[in-house]
């Protein structure tokens, strides 16, 4: 079409049958992938006519796409969780009008079976037993053949001196997978069914008798989603949720019925299969030997939002199946599947998302009055919520649950608000416990992204009476923290005439817009001589006088804060000042006044007097005093704290443990120590230390390799030129070591700082509570302090483990006080769990 001006709309381009653009031409390739993907979107009565049409299709191509054909179905049933069943179905349809063909398909998954095994795609395993189980309910392979590829996932539990974390994830893709197939096995196997089912109780009953004797629960405490009180909420790990739904299933007499029959539309195939002997068999598989580099999916603690448990309000409007149903995992764990499966596609996501119901038996949803939307959004937020991490980045679960509203807006909004609601009334629990405090700090960062995306807009009056409630409770803190950072998203003016009065008029909004803390603005400060020192100072950062110059003014600074010293000897109530703290407070309040308009102004300040911070910071105690001096400055602005810190940690002008030291002083702990922003600088300054060690060690595995690849490669026939690139390589891999060593020791001080200065300060805050007759363990100091140290073990547990032995021999002695020996415990557990 094309647009006439003169008439001001499109109007239609004259046909022409030689019109043609082959760039739009879909291919062969591209129409079978297309028509492949697109099956069994919806499970309709159309579905049969669809299997039957595409199979026919795939047939007539078969001998000329054969690779396009198996490549793209084996990628469906291993990346689209919703249609393992169809898929399955379209197999046995394919395999019985050509035996070859099945063959083919047959070979082909289980290759990607042995690859998934051998480089520990965990997942793809997981989907691909579910597909092999579907398989047996038309005969497509034989059950005993399907039962040996579980007896071989089975061996796990009695493999001599097994993992728990192995034979536990062997034993959950077994029950994982029995939804697909147990129906048909207990009609026509039901001895090996029950043979299955008896194998898992016994392990069952082991694991619970080995975790007592352990003096531990299946449940590691650190992984626990409520600290610090009495939980109404059950807490039992994945594999113990599924256990308690499978016995319910044996119950029910293994009938499942959300799952769709598809494989009923074609039954008369199922004796067409075996009257003609076109029985697949499955190859033998072999679990991959076990090894501590080896990382099996560890689920942890099972966290429902819609928690059937208990009778209250907050449940009175759960559509879902009850959570001791299968039902209910399967709505869970095939929607867990496709948020991680698609994580680099979120409108792909979505798309499935959208349309969940279409996947399951529609009738028997309705049936018992499920919303699946309820199922989705619970998933979300409990991966996002995932102790100790979520599997991915939280902008993508943020991204989900906005796409999803904007799709639905009749429907999604509503089940987003009830989902919202029940997280929130969860924070507080008891007067100093309740949701842990990191689930806390990622609600804040997911509600004020959610609320950018939607003008800002939130009934905030139904919130007032949180108002009145402990500024340290979880509610309060979390609205506080949401607004701040609502603030970071848009601009102080655009949030504060949204809110009621009663929110601007309390502590919990902040009374001015983020701005600097200048020390000296005005003239009035007490000493004149300094203050005329410090507008010279600020006067050549403006004007970029070279650092040569502004050396000499800060020399006069020296020079008169040390006379001064000295005239004011004699007069004991005047207190001695340091020069050099002086002159260092002066740089760094001028540097940061000067780029205070936009993050590249301050670097630009940053970079072009580099050289007289640095030398500035020749010792760690400068350092300490300008990571204060920096903070004071950003008190108001903590989003440019935050980034300045980091910036300074980049550019080597303070050290990471001195911002650690900063964080766990007396001036954060005493009264800021529910400042979510401080955490985020602790959490990011870790990440960096451990980051760089990463890429030192990524740096010279590379340098290794390419040496190794430019020797070989080498042409050189003199031994003499060999020597010497020999050398001159050895030279170079030998300065990256010594700088790796480096990073990894700046890393073990790092976590070092972490936990000395958490047990001197908590130590400390102990002997002041008992003064006062307060059990520490219940105050919310407690709660949020020791709630994200013990979030720092279990993050980064990979790092503190690697120095566990020096922990435990300097700092976390058996002398410690019992209470914060017992936090590390905890931490200790998770690390145990891994490795027995």
């Known amino acids: 079409m094309d647009y006439d001006y003169n008439r001001g709309r499109y109007r239609k381009r004259p046909y022409r049958h030689d019109r043609r653009d082959d760039s739009k031409q879909e291919t062969v390739t591209q129409r079978l992938q297309r028509l492949i993907l697109k099956i069994g979107d919806k499970i309709n009565s159309n579905l049969q006519s669809d299997l039957e049409s595409l199979a026919k299709v795939l047939n007539d191509e078969y001998n000329s796409h054969k690779d396009v054909i198996l490549n793209t179905l084996k990628a469906c049933i291993t990346e689209i969780p919703t249609k393992t069943g169809v898929y ?75 993992r728990m974390e192995r034979s536990d994830f062997f034993v959950y893709c077994v029950l994982s997978t029995l939804p697909w197939a147990c129906e048909y096995l207990n009609e026509k196997a039901s001895s090996e069914l029950e043979k299955i089912y008896l194998a898992i109780e016994e392990y069952m009953n082991s694991r619970i008798q080995k975790m007592e004797s352990l003096g531990r629960s299946p449940t590691l405490q650190s992984l626990q989603y409520y600290r610090d009180c009495d939980s109404p909420y059950e807490q039992v790990d994945y594999l113990e949720s599924l256990w308690r739904q499978t016995i319910q299933l044996k119950a029910e007499n293994w009938e499942v019925k959300v799952l769709p029959k598809t494989y009923k539309l074609f039954e008369n195939i199922s004796l067409m299969v075996v009257n003609g002997n076109l029985n697949q068999e ?68 979505t798309r499935f998302l959208l349309q969940y119901k279409d996947s399951f038996n529609s009738e028997y949803l309705d049936e018992i009055n499920c919303n699946v939307y309820e199922a989705v959004m619970e998933v979300i937020f409990a991966e996002m919520l995932k102790l100790p991490s979520s599997d991915i980045k ?25 989902t919202f609601r029940s997280l929130f009334n969860r924070f507080d629990l008891s007067e100093y416990g309740g949701l842990d405090v990191e689930c806390i700090r ?81 003239n009035d400060f007490g000493d004149q001589t300094l203050y005329e020192y410090a507008q010279e100072i600020y006067n050549a950062f403006r004007s970029k006088t070279p650092p040569q110059e502004i050396n000499v003014i800060l020399e006069k600074i020296n020079n008169y804060v040390s006379e001064k010293n000295k005239n004011n000897s004699m007069d004991v109530d005047e207190q001695e000042l340091d020069p050099e703290s002086i002159v260092l407070e002066i740089v760094i309040q001028s540097a940061m006044m000067v780029g205070s308009k936009s993050f590249s102004h301050i670097l630009n300040v940053v970079e072009r007097y580099i050289s007289i911070l640095t030398s500035l910071n020749a010792t760690n105690e400068a350092k300490d005093k300008t990571v204060r001096f920096v903070a004071d400055f950003w008190k108001y602005n903590p989003q ?77 026939d003199d031994k003499e030129s060999i020597e010497t690139m020999r050398n001159s390589h050895e030279e170079a891999i030998a300065v990256i070591e010594k700088t790796q060593e480096a990073v990894i020791r700046d890393q073990k001080e790092a976590f070092i700082c972490v936990f000395q200065r958490f047990v001197d300060t908590t130590e400390i805050k102990i002997k002041e509570f008992e003064r006062q007759n307060i059990d520490p363990v219940k105050t919310p100091w407690w ?37 914060i020996k017992n936090v590390w415990n905890e931490i200790h557990d998770v690390y145990e769990r891994a490795a027995n």
């Open 88 to 162: 399955a179905t379209l197999t046995s349809l394919l395999n019985s009008n050509s035996y070859e063909f099945g063959v083919e398909i047959i070979s082909t998954n289980c290759d990607a079976m042995d690859e998934a095994l051998k480089h520990g795609k965990w997942t793809t395993v997981k989907l691909l037993m579910r597909y092999f189980a579907s398989l047996i309910n038309l005969n497509t392979i034989t059950p005993y053949s399907f039962i040996g590829m579980i007896e071989t996932f089975l061996g796990a539990i009695h493999e001599h001196d097994v």
């Open 282 to 349: 499955l190859r033998n598989f072999t679990l991959p030997p076990d090894s501590q580099d080896i990382k099996y999916m560890t689920p942890g603690t099972k966290f429902w939002i819609f928690d059937d448990s208990l009778i209250n309000v907050e449940n009175s409007n759960i559509h879902l199946p009850l959570t001791s149903s299968i039902t209910r995992y399967i709505l869970y764990d095939i929607a867990a599947d496709t948020l991680n499966i698609f994580s680099i596609n979120h409108k792909e996501c």
């Open 394 to 418: 939280q902008i993508y679960y943020n991204t989900i649950v906005i796409d999803m509203c904007k799709g639905l807006m009749d429907k999604i909004p509503g089940v987003f608000g009830r």
């Open 442 to 522: 990622r609600m804040t960062e997911f509600f004020s992204h959610h609320l950018s995306n939607f003008a800002y807009i939130w009934n905030w009056k139904d919130w007032i009476p949180i108002l009145e409630k402990d500024p340290l409770s979880g509610q309060y803190v979390f609205i506080r923290e949401t607004l701040e950072k609502c603030i970071r998203l848009s601009y102080y003016d655009r949030i504060k005439p949204l809110l009621p009065q009663e929110f601007t008029e309390s502590d919990i909004f902040s009374k001015t817009a983020p701005c600097t803390n200048y020390k000296y603005q005005n």
């Open 640 to 716: 440019f704290l935050e980034i300045i810190l980091d910036k300074l940690v980049n550019y080597r002008v303070v050290d990471p443990s001195n911002i650690i030291s900063w964080i766990l002083s007396d001036i954060i702990l005493s009264d800021q120590y529910t400042n979510l922003y401080v955490w985020s600088i602790l959490r990011n300054t870790l990440k960096k230390v451990v980051l760089r060690v990463q890429q030192i060690k990524a740096k010279l595995e590379y340098t290794k390799m390419s040496y190794k690849e430019q020797e070989e490669k080498s042409m050189l």
């Open 783 to 819: 709660r949020w302090v020791v709630g994200f140290i013990r979030d720092v073990g279990r993050t980064f547990s990979e790092e503190v483990q690697s120095f566990m032995v020096t922990l435990e021999t300097i700092i976390l002695t058996d002398n410690l006080d019992p209470r």
